[in-house]
């Protein structure tokens, strides 16, 4: 199921005030600057002026053109920029052509329509460059690392299992928080017994498995903390106002960042207080190195066992409230109550330990290669399947375009696959995003005890990004 795109209804025209300008639905640097960079500045900037058009500044878009100006702020249906983006594909005007990737998906024209339509803001100063290759910076990693690891041991105290808290975690220079819970240390059985309704054969042999404790964070990554990651420019900017440490900037400045989409990645579906999606499960593992460089505690992605022993929270049934999924729009979001999107986190109840939408709304990361057989053969603490090649990894919980309760139980393992990024048009296909996978999100966790560098190196790199 794809979600219903939703666009802002459209504001009329050129010379909107500055509060509306202000208050514009479309983010310039966040939805429209990845667009024209990944898809137009290849044939339309300075040595490379294809039809006579350049989008590299807001006055070249807005006067240049062999047949009139490319951009014509309030006037979508005049704005070649958008025109061309929306021809049949097989018409020899349309902007990208169809041998670079054209023509976009709906939702991308859509918004480059709302953005025009509404003043087509474009802020002071901003000089767009060409953004083709999608490449993982080459930074000397270990270092980085160790430089890290250093950082969360001088910063992090050792704690005793009875004393651990749950805590509320604030990303420095930000405003932003999240939550975390306790996850305390235990055994228990990891799979399915094979009488429970919709089982599959991989949820098996159910064996016992023992778990060390563990922070998780209460609710699912969201855009808020997400888009600081996603967005380096925008997130220098917003430290500005704040005292943070040079030497910390200069870590989480190296760490690897995500390049610019070259689609709105929340799809129409909101983003303040909604769960980050379609990120690869590398960018998942590159947003932990930099959030624990960020905040001085090491976060990564949750094992499967991890993961499916916090959704249980004590629990061996099929749902962590019983075998009866009757009671299953109080706790989770899902294809029978979701309304064709994913929605805020935290608004339905929680698990027993305080996680919310551990069932339900997005699908959530786990650090693990897909196995059939991983439960015959792993380990009876602990376990960790280690990737080895870029599919399938695991994913778990279920999301909201599930109609089938069935794919929402703790048990049910879903993994990734290449057709996550179909309409990705970049050869070779994007590291970082899965256009397909709206579905898709994640949640940190903080182990009680901090591993050594150079197992922090290889939980945050898996060495398997590319396709």
């Given amino acids: 199921m794809k979600p219903a795109f939703q666009i802002t209804a459209l504001l009329s025209l050129a010379g909107l005030s500055a509060a509306h300008q202000a208050s514009a639905a479309v983010d310039f640097v966040k939805d429209i600057q990845p667009i024209l960079e990944n898809n137009c500045l290849s044939c339309h900037r300075e040595g490379h002026v294809k039809g006579g058009v350049r989008l590299d500044t807001l006055q070249q878009a807005t006067t240049s053109g062999d047949n009139g100006a490319a951009l014509v702020p309030g006037k979508s249906a005049k704005s070649p920029m ?75 105290p050792v704690i005793a299992p009875l004393a651990m808290q749950p805590y509320a975690e604030k990303i420095p220079g930000t405003d932003v928080a999240f939550d975390l819970v306790i996850i305390p240390g235990g055994t228990f059985n990891m799979g399915s017994p094979e009488a429970e309704s919709g089982r599959s054969a991989d949820e098996g042999p159910q064996r016992p498995v023992q778990i060390a404790p563990f922070w998780m964070g209460k609710c699912e990554v969201t855009w808020n903390e997400f888009e600081l990651f996603m967005y380096p420019t925008e997130e220098k900017r917003i430290r500005l106002g704040y005292k943070v ?94 309304e064709g999107k994913y929605q805020k986190v935290g608004r339905k109840k929680p698990n027993h330990w305080g ?73 070779p296909k994007s590291v970082w995003y899965h256009t397909d996978a709206q579905f898709l999100g994640f949640r940190v966790v903080r182990p009680l005890e901090t591993p050594s560098a150079a197992d922090m190196q290889k939980y945050w790199n898996s060495g398997v990004e590319k396709d």
Avoid at 255 to 260: I, K
Avoid at 292 to 309: D, I, N, Q, V
Avoid at 394 to 423: M, N
């Fill in 82 to 156: 958008y025109t061309t983006m929306v021809l049949p594909e097989d018409d020899d005007l349309l902007m990208p052509p169809k041998k670079k990737g054209g023509p976009l998906p709906k939702a991308t024209s859509d918004l480059v329509r709302a953005w025009i339509d509404e003043g087509a803001v474009w802020p002071d100063g901003i000089k767009m460059i060409s953004r083709k290759k999608d490449e993982v910076p080459k930074v000397d990693e270990t270092v980085l690392v160790k430089d890290i690891h250093k950082k969360i041991v001088a910063e992090s």
């Fill in 245 to 338: 440490d040079a030497k910390l900037n200069e870590l989480t400045d190296a760490s690897g960042r995500p390049t610019q989409p070259y689609v709105e990645m929340s799809f129409g579906m909101g983003k303040d207080g909604f769960p980050a999606i379609s990120m690869t499960q590398h960018a998942a593992n590159k947003y932990c190195e930099w959030l624990s460089a960020k905040t001085g505690h090491f976060y990564r992605l949750p094992t499967e066992a991890e993961w499916e022993y916090a959704a249980r929270a004590g629990t061996s049934t099929a749902y962590f409230w019983g075998d009866d999924p009757a009671p299953m729009d109080e706790y989770c979001w899902w294809g029978n109550n979701s």
């Fill in 355 to 427: 996680l919310h939408d551990i069932l339900g709304n997005v699908m959530e990361w786990t650090l693990d290669q897909y196995s059939p057989d991983a439960y015959a053969s792993g380990a009876a603490k602990n376990p960790w399947v280690v990737a080895t090649k870029p599919y399938p990894h695991v994913a778990r919980g279920g999301a909201w375009d599930d109609d089938s309760a069935e794919k929402l139980r703790i048990a049910a393992r879903r993994f990734s696959d290449p057709d996550w990024k179909i309409q990705d048009p970049q050869f």
